[in-house]
């Protein structure tokens, strides 16, 4: 678009050429950026609109979804910190359910068996307020129920006492449902101690607050049992006592009766005397009197019996479970009295009423015989009445009387008795039915004593077989609470193994580290020690080698000294030698000299290549002093003057002429003094001469030879042995110079300190 | 004068040698060189030019009739010789030799 209205300016600014075009373009360029700006404008508005409207909506979104939310969040970068600023941080809503459940899915469980906690603690206050007499609770066969559900809850609760484990949510669930059940138990037996029990504080109590308890709740059973028993044994003893003495009285009596009887058919059989008859009253009168006796214990037997069984109830109404077989005993003590009295009461009455039969029939038959007495009185009213002595005192008359009589009673009797028989049936019948009306009545009687008798006994039976059960149970949970014991010890034995053998590790651990640092110590220490010793013995061993070395390079020092010394005398010598030169001959051969240097060279390498670097000649031929070299040169200065011009392309004769001209006509200084650079000016021979001369004057015999070697061609060739001599002697003075500066030095350093 | 130790024993010949060159040495002078060179000259030149003369009188007494241009031939060319015997030797050390050329 903006090419297009360049474009649109260009053409403008051709059609307008030459006007200003320039401006033009900058009018369509404002035009144009105008346009541009204006359409860029709407662009970008319309886009910033759309943007933020899409932001917004994403974040109303969010705020009303939460996960969508969190896609944003999971997906769009630094959307989080977007929708933090605009809608606070998230919610945790949608975030951890899970957890949030399992949290609260633990307080209720912990709730709960903390209320099963509260629960058994009612329970046992409710025990402790039954134990206490004021109060009795429970009809009997709920207490079996009761008791069982205590045991359990006594279990559980010493159980959950004794483990104080936190609660794990797997187990506690179970746990907790357990623990529900039983709390719906006994909130069903015990609705009435459920208010006083959530008004309580919810808490577990103390294994030793809990230990406590159950020792006071043993110590306290323990004393009910302790006086129930005695109070049982009391009344048993009593009611026993009273028992015994009224079976006694009641076999007493049943012996009178039995005696009665006995006497009362011997005499019925025999003939009336009155000591039998005195026999009889006093039997008699003994058997009302063990009757009486026998009623009297009987009574208080009953009297003893009913306080042993109110005692008994009492005891049964205290609900202590120890109690029980005491209860049981002693209530199988009572059934036992009751039935050995009811026994023995109707063994009596069955003497009695035998005794009743015999005493009608004796009443009968004195009747009878009184009768007949009369009878016989009437007959023979001399004659006593103890006729069967009488048998030989009586006359035919008597006899003939009491033969009539007694045919007249045999007829009587024969009449009555056929009168007898005729009304026998009904006679029997009415015997019958009287004896059937009393066999009911003592059947009956029989029946019911029986019946309580066997009720009774069954009653006991169950009992027993209930403080069987029970037992067995108790045996049995005893068992299971032994095993869990055993399992507990064992898992405590097991945990203290694992205890035992972690801190056995951690103590043998702790002791090696121990043990490792003390014997590292040690070993530092020992090492220390050792390493000082073989220091110190180091030191003085070094210090000892020192000191020998000292001593021996005292000794090699002097030796060096010595030698030094001598090097510096035999350079000396050396030296001296050349000064022996004349002015013309050369100085003696320096052989011998340098074979003294050399062998009081020693082992110096140096001297010893300084005395090998002595040139051969100056060693065979000896060399020249520098005043011979010096005179030398001056006689060859004019020579080299002489023959200046001559080289190789300029050698011939006239060359020659011409260069002997030159130095015929040439001047110049005899000496002057040699510059520091030579520049190509000062290689002429002329100059180079004078400079040698110069430094030959003044001693410079180097600079002279150097000066010298810049000549060249025929002067080259006639100072060329001047120039090796001069080589020679300045080699040869370097090197004594050389030697004996080493000399010095070696002697300097040999003699100032080793 | 021999030099001591057992390096330096020498044998004869190379006795002979050392004593030459130590003659060498003592007394090689490179000055007198041309001093000699000039002896040599001048005496070659005397001698040249003596002999020539003489040649010239000879022959100009003998075969040319008493003149006088074989003298001055003969003592020219006599000249003449010693002066090129003169110039070659002195030029001698610039020149190589032709043996010394082949080697």
Redesign the interface.
């Known amino acids: 678009m903006l090419r297009v209205c360049l474009r649109g300016a260009n053409a403008t600014a051709r059609r307008n050429c030459g006007r200003t075009p320039l401006t033009n373009l900058q009018h369509c360029r404002h035009y144009t950026a105008g346009e541009t700006s204006g359409g860029a404008a709407k662009v970008v508005a319309a886009g910033l609109v759309t943007v933020g409207g899409g932001i917004g909506g994403a974040i109303l979104y969010a705020k009303w979804d939460h996960k969508f939310r969190a896609a944003v969040e999971k997906n769009v970068p630094y959307s989080d910190w977007l929708l933090g600023l605009a809608l606070g941080p998230a919610s945790q809503d949608g975030g951890f359910p899970v957890k949030t459940q399992m949290e609260i899915a633990q307080p209720p469980s912990m709730m709960e068996k903390q209320m099963k906690t509260s629960k058994a603690k009612p329970e046992k206050k409710v025990k402790e307020a039954a134990e206490s007499p004021a109060k009795e609770t429970g009809p009997v066969p709920a207490q079996p129920a009761q008791s069982l559900e205590e045991a359990s809850a006594e279990a559980t609760h010493i159980i959950s006492a004794i483990s104080e484990v936190p609660s794990v949510p797997a187990p506690c669930d179970t746990e907790a449902a357990a623990v529900k059940e039983e709390c719906k138990e006994t909130a069903a037996v015990q609705p009435d101690t459920e208010s006083p029990a959530a008004a309580e504080p919810i808490k577990e109590r103390p294994v030793e607050e809990v230990a406590a308890r159950l020792a006071q709740q043993d110590q306290e059973e323990q004393d009910i049992v302790a006086s129930i028993s005695a109070s049982l044994e009391e009344s048993l003893a009593s009611s026993a006592k009273a028992t015994l003495q009224a079976i006694g009285a009641q076999e007493a009596a049943l012996q009178a009766i039995t005696r009665h009887t006995h006497k009362l058919k011997e005499a019925m059989e025999a003939e009336e005397k009155s000591a039998q008859w005195k026999d009889l009253e006093a039997a008699l009168a003994d058997r009302t009197g063990a009757v009486d006796d026998a009623g009297a214990a009987l009574l208080k037997a009953n009297e003893a019996l009913d306080s042993l069984k109110s005692v008994i109830d009492k005891s049964k109404g205290l609900k202590a479970s120890a109690v029980r077989p005491l209860v049981l005993a002693a209530e199988e003590n009572l059934h036992n009295m009751v039935v050995d009295l009811d026994k023995v009461v109707t063994k009596v009455q069955s003497a009695e009423s035998e005794a009743k039969i015999v005493s009608q029939y004796s009443e009968l038959v004195n009747e009878a015989k009184q009768q007949f007495q009369r009878e016989v009185s009437s007959l023979t009213p001399e004659i006593q009445a103890n006729w069967k002595g009488l048998t030989g005192k009586l006359s035919v008359d008597d006899l003939n009387a009491l033969i009539a009589h007694a045919h007249r009673r045999i007829d009587q009797l024969n009449r009555e008795l056929a009168e007898q028989r005729v009304r026998e049936q009904i006679h029997i019948d009415a015997a019958l039915e009287q004896q059937k009306l009393e066999d009911q009545k003592a059947l009956e009687k029989a029946v019911n004593t029986s019946l309580q008798h066997f009720k009774e006994e069954a009653r006991l039976e169950q009992e027993r077989k209930l403080s069987e059960l029970r037992e067995v149970m108790e045996a049995e949970m005893r068992t299971q609470l032994r095993r869990q014991a055993a399992a507990h010890t064992d898992h405590v034995q097991d945990v203290l193994k694992v205890q035992d053998q972690e801190l056995r590790a951690e103590a043998e651990q702790v002791l090696s580290s121990k043990m490792l640092e003390q014997e590292t110590c040690y070993r530092q220490l020992s090492q220390e020690q050792l390493d000082n010793f073989t220091l110190d013995m180091n030191t003085a061993y070094a210090r000892l080698k020192g000191m020998e070395e000292a001593i021996d390079s005292h000794v090699v020092a002097e030796e060096q000294a010595r030698k030094a010394h001598q090097l510096w005398l035999s350079v000396e010598a050396l030296s001296y030698t050349l000064k022996t030169a004349d002015a013309d001959s050369?100085t003696v051969?320096l052989?011998?000299a340098a074979?003294v240097v050399r062998d009081s060279c020693g082992d110096s390498d140096f001297a010893l290549a300084l005395a090998s670097a002595l040139p051969e000649?100056s060693?065979?031929?000896g060399v020249y002093s520098e005043a011979s070299l010096r005179a030398?040169f001056n006689?060859?200065r004019s020579?080299v003057r002489r023959?200046a011009l001559?080289?190789?392309s300029h050698?011939?004769?006239y060359q020659?002429f011409l260069s002997y001209l030159q130095a015929v006509l040439l001047f110049e200084a005899k000496q002057e003094a040699p510059p520091a650079h030579l520049s190509s000016e000062d290689l002429d021979p002329f100059k180079l001469l004078s400079y040698a001369s110069y430094c030959l004057e003044h001693g410079d015999l180097e600079l002279a030879a150097k000066l010298v070697n810049q000549l060249r061609g025929?002067a080259r060739?006639?100072?060329?042995?001047?120039l090796t001599e001069a080589r020679l002697t300045l080699e040869t003075r370097q090197v004594i110079s050389l030697l004996s500066a080493y000399a010095n030095a070696v002697g300097l350093g040999t003699t100032q300190a080793p | 004068m021999l030099c001591s130790g057992e390096k330096h024993v020498k044998t004869a010949p190379e006795l002979h040698l050392t004593l030459l060159a130590r003659h060498k040495l003592m007394f090689s002078m490179s000055e007198k060189e041309l001093g000699k060179k000039w002896d040599r000259c001048l005496a070659d030149g005397a001698i040249k030019l003596g002999t020539g003369l003489g040649l010239g009188i000879v022959f100009s007494v003998l075969f040319f009739k008493r003149h006088t241009w074989p003298i001055s031939f003969g003592s020219g060319a006599g000249l003449g010789m010693a002066y090129a015997n003169c110039q070659n030797d002195l030029r001698s050390h610039y020149l190589l030799h032709r043996s010394q050329k082949e080697q």
Request: no cysteine.
């Open positions: 050369p051969p052989e011998s074979q000649q060693l065979q031929r030398r006689s060859l020579l023959v001559i080289d190789e050698n011939s004769l020659y025929e060739r006639v100072v060329e042995d001047w």
